[in-house]
């Protein structure tokens, strides 16, 4: 006779600790695979044994074991990141409300987003004085990352990055547009982002620039698996175009400049030919992410697959990446030992568009056709012309100076790479048994690269028109790390302590070759190998202190050595301090309902800076192979002469002191939460290329530590729940940043007279710079001439005012007018959920950046050699030359006029979902269509307002982004 246990229906729900349903958390019997997922409300229903235990799980929450019951309500707390309002720091973790430095926790959303294809484009408008810009719209591209504006003019202004306790270089991996690549987003649990020196002084040399702290995802302890899929198929299309003539408004300037009979007339064509339009396309994109989660007793486990496939709309530009992660994560001996061991390896394939035919689309003759018809297109070599139309001499060779043919630059160039990334790392935390309150923790890790890039161009494209060019670089490199720290936390009575002390160590190491030469003959053969590392090693601790859980005291000093630097200033030593109270712990405050939370935070402290682009040797005396054509004879060859290079044995860390105060509130039991912070940030002994007397080092500018650069501002974020009914819930989210970067010091002396050009070149002119440093302005500011105007409001070519007054109008009359950077930053995200659908945006500002107009500037000229070249071909103008009808002789190209306000307004993506449960029976997940990029509101004239560098040149467009999307929970 069989026996069978009573069976009983259960049901209930499944929520946070914000009293929110969580959707698809796992609901088992223990010990059986008998079980099911909640729906939309977090509500679910299961038939059990009697007496049964029902283990409770979701991935990011501490799972729960609990007996069964006919009705159960349950609330899962966050384990890791928010486990009771738990955020990670430097080495450890601490309650968000014993938190006293300036610390942003965030957990990706993943109803409000739009692509993401790399961990970036998750924090972009999210985080208050974290300014993320994106390098355009290149396939699987970059972002410059600043927070709290820069604290460097010639060192690194990026910030450190951390993934699960494994710190990063800047280095970036050859191949790899974003080293931020490496990463799955969807494998992302949290970002924490550390910003004041009380915060990031723990990481001492490397956090002068802040810290960004990744966190992933884990499995949980004992939850039957779980599989998940989230996919999505887009398509992006161009958001505006130069207005540039067409073939019939050209011809008729071409005539009216030239005159019916000229050359120039007779150089036109019969085609009409939108070259913008030939360049781009609609390009069809997918990222499909596979995920396997679950956890035996003491087992968590967690593996993941990704594939993305990302076309550009600039033609031939795409992205293709394989990811893999895996993550184990046990714990032995009743929890005193716990380990999390992660691998993540990463395959990036690209194909590199060349942007230079955003600018040849613009200034190509639109007469003419994009294929070329009988010789010499039809050259017997396909490496000639590949049949496209090209501009040539009489004797039918390439003419060299002028435009490429835009879709031949696209199509023809090959510039191709691979990459691979693995990163890796094994912690190891332990809990004494006769010592419960200390704890050792070890962390183990390696991130290793290899990366090459390929590079053919057909003879049409190289400055020698018969030779063309074709090579390949490859990098290799390695990062190591070590790091161990030992733990005490003690609460006696009112008081509690927590004392940690450690010690790191890194090893970075970077190897490289690049060969390349002509197509033809092997001609000018270039071959290259470089061989680099560089140490890190540190000693570092930190105390917390609290007494009555109200007054809060944290100290933390690190002591980093470098061997970028020479043994007499090797070392550099970062302390900080920092307090805070809890207002409303007062007991005047105690019993007011409305504040749940009031906190006052006060920190200093000083971070470094050892990553000085100048190589891991600066401070060593050595050669270096001299530029291209310096080549000693020897016998019946040349061999290449080598040079000193410059070396400075004094050299040493830049140092940045940062003050900061700040406010935390929470009202309304935390409907309302948010912060407001002031800070002043100084950074002294920049390091800055100076002017040496001639023959004192062989070279004749060097690198040396003078300088002082200065940061302020003000940081103010909030977070509204508006509404919190059973069927409708709605959130926002703002934060704005103003922040002001003034240059105090400088190499040429104190007068705001004095400027040190910077940057990158503008096209017109032989090595013309418009972007200068000089003190009493902000760093990468406009030094240009004032611009004079008729009375209808329109420039006057080359006429500028005499600002010294000395009659004549020279260089001396340059001035600094605006900068790159923006005085304020915003950033506004909503959340509306309405039973199971939901509807989301992200907006984003930017106030009072400016950009050189380099496109308009370079193409300004509308002179009878400006258009048509004595070599004998043509050039198109956009319609904004037209206004100025400049002749193209002089400097206007250092007029303020071409320094323009650009303010936006960008909206960042619209979403819709909705989410479903029991789909075929057994389905939970969520659908959703989103639309990237939808409007940008702005006055400047360019394509885009957006950008790194303050110089407005070849930008690949941010294309209007269509997403469709599917997330599937097993």
Request: glycine share 10%; aromatic share 12%; hydrophobic share 35%.
């Amino acid at each position: 006779m069989s026996v069978f246990a009573q069976q009983i229906n259960i049901t209930g729900t499944v929520k946070d600790a914000k009293g929110e349903p969580i959707i698809g958390a796992n609901v088992a019997v223990k010990g059986t695979t008998n079980g099911t997922i909640t729906d939309l409300d977090g509500v679910f229903h299961l038939k059990v044994p009697q007496n049964s235990i029902i283990t409770f799980s979701f991935i990011g929450y501490k799972a729960i074991e609990m007996k069964a019951a006919a009705n159960m309500s349950v609330v899962l707390e966050e384990e890791a990141v928010m486990l009771a309002g738990t955020v990670v720091i430097g080495y450890g973790t601490v309650k968000k409300n014993d938190l006293t430095g300036s610390v942003t926790a965030i957990k990706p959303d993943k109803l409000n987003r739009g692509l993401t294809t790399n961990a970036q484009d998750m924090m972009i408008g999210k985080i208050a004085g974290v300014n993320v810009t994106s390098n355009g719209g290149t396939p699987g591209g970059g972002a410059t990352i600043r927070i709290r504006g820069g604290s460097s003019l010639s060192a690194s202004n990026d910030p450190l990055i951390v993934i699960d306790g494994m710190a990063l270089d800047n280095e970036g991996i050859k191949g790899v547009s974003n080293q931020l690549s490496t990463i799955n987003p969807n494998d992302i649990e949290s970002f924490t982002v550390l910003k004041d020196a009380s915060a990031t002084a723990i990481y001492g040399s490397r956090a002068s620039n802040g810290v960004i702290i990744i966190t992933t995802k884990k499995g949980s302890a004992g939850a039957r698996p779980a599989v998940s899929y989230d996919g999505n198929v887009s398509m992006g299309i161009k958001r505006n175009m130069i207005d540039a003539l067409n073939a019939a408004e050209y011809t008729n300037l071409i005539k009216e400049r030239y005159g019916e009979g000229s050359d120039a007339v007779k150089a036109l064509g019969t085609a009409d030919t939108d070259w913008q339009n030939e360049i781009y396309r609609t390009a069809i994109s997918t990222d499909h992410n596979l995920t396997i989660s679950g956890g035996f007793k003491n087992l968590p486990y967690r593996a993941t697959f990704g594939y993305t496939n990302q076309n550009g709309i600039l033609k031939t530009s795409n992205f293709e990446r394989y990811t893999a992660s895996f993550n184990l994560s046990p714990s032995f001996f009743n929890d005193h030992l716990k380990m999390n061991l992660n691998a993540k390896g990463m395959i990036v394939k690209n194909r590199f568009a060349d942007t230079g035919a955003v600018g040849a689309a613009v200034r190509f003759d639109p007469t003419k056709p994009v294929f070329g018809t009988p010789y010499p297109y039809t050259n017997a070599d396909p490496d000639y012309f590949g049949g496209y139309f090209q501009w040539t001499g009489k004797d039918g060779v390439w003419n060299n100076l002028a435009t490429t043919n835009p879709v031949a630059l696209l199509n023809l160039k090959h510039d191709t790479s691979n990459a691979r990334d693995f990163i890796g790392n094994a912690e190891f935390d332990y809990k004494f048994f006769n010592i419960p309150d200390l704890r050792a923790h070890l962390n183990l890790g390696m991130d290793i690269s290899k990366g090459h890039q390929d590079l053919y161009q057909p003879v049409v494209f190289a400055a020698d028109a018969h030779h063309g060019r074709e090579g390949r670089e490859s990098q290799f490199k390695y990062n190591k790390s070590l790091n161990f720290y030992l733990q005490y936390a003690k609460d006696l009575d009112i008081h509690h302590f927590d004392v940690m002390g450690g010690y790191e160590w890194q090893h970075f190491f970077r190897s490289g070759h690049s060969n390349y030469a002509g197509v033809t003959e092997n001609y000018n053969p270039e071959s290259k190998r470089y061989k680099t590392e560089s140490f890190l090693v540190s000693f570092f601790g930190r105390a917390n202190y609290s007494l009555l859980d109200r007054y809060l005291v944290t100290f933390t000093l690190r002591d980093d050595g470098t061997s970028r630097f020479g043994k007499n200033n090797r070392w550099g030593l970062f302390p900080s301090a920092a307090l805070g109270w809890k207002i409303n712990e007062e007991p005047f405050l105690k019993d007011v309902k409305t504040i749940t939370n009031l906190k006052l935070r006060l920190g200093w402290g000083i971070t470094g800076q050892q990553d000085i682009q100048q190589g891991d040797y600066s401070y060593i005396p050595q050669y270096i192979m001299n530029i291209d054509g310096a080549y000693y004879p020897l016998g019946g060859n040349s061999g290449i002469t080598s040079r000193p290079a410059g070396v400075n044995e004094d050299l040493k860390w830049e140092k940045t002191t940062t003050y900061n105060a700040g406010f935390d509130f929470g009202l309304f039991n935390d409907r309302i939460t948010g912060s407001i912070d002031g800070y002043y940030r100084q950074t002294k002994d920049l390091l800055n290329m100076i002017d040496i007397p001639a023959g004192t080092n062989f070279v004749n500018r060097l690198y040396s530590n003078i300088g002082t650069l200065e940061n302020k501002g003000v940081e103010f974020s909030i977070t509204g729940r508006i509404i919190e009914q059973k069927d409708l819930r709605w959130e926002m989210n703002y934060n704005v940043t103003w922040n002001k970067n003034k240059i105090t010091k400088l190499t040429t002396g104190d007068s705001s007279d004095d400027a040190v050009f910077t940057g990158s070149t503008i096209s017109y002119g032989t090595g013309a710079y418009v972007l200068a440093n000089a003190v009493g302005h902000p760093a990468n500011s406009f030094y240009v001439y004032q611009q004079v105007y008729d009375k209808n409001g329109k420039p006057i070519e080359n006429t500028f005012v005499d600002r010294n007054g000395d009659g004549t109008v020279n260089a001396n009359d340059l001035y600094i007018y605006k900068k790159a950077a923006p005085d304020v930053t915003m950033g506004l995200s909503s959340k509306l959920i309405w039973k199971r659908w939901d509807f989301n945006f992200t907006l984003r500002a930017n106030f009072n950046n400016y950009v050189y107009n380099d496109v308009d500037s370079n193409l300004s000229p509308l002179g009878t050699s400006a258009i048509y070249a004595t070599s004998g071909f043509l050039e198109n103008r956009p319609k904004s030359a037209l206004v100025t009808n400049f002749a193209g002789k002089g400097t206007w190209f250092l007029s303020d006029y071409y320094v323009q306000n650009a303010t936006f307004l960008r909206c960042d993506n619209i979403t819709l979902g909705y989410a479903f449960n029991k789909l075929f029976g057994v389905l939970n997940g969520r659908a959703y269509a989103t639309v990237q990029n939808p409007f940008v509101i702005t006055n400047y004239k360019g394509l885009d307002p957006e950008l790194n560098g303050g110089i407005d040149r070849n930008l690949y467009p941010r294309p209007v982004t269509s997403l469709v999307g599917l997330s599937l929970n097993f």
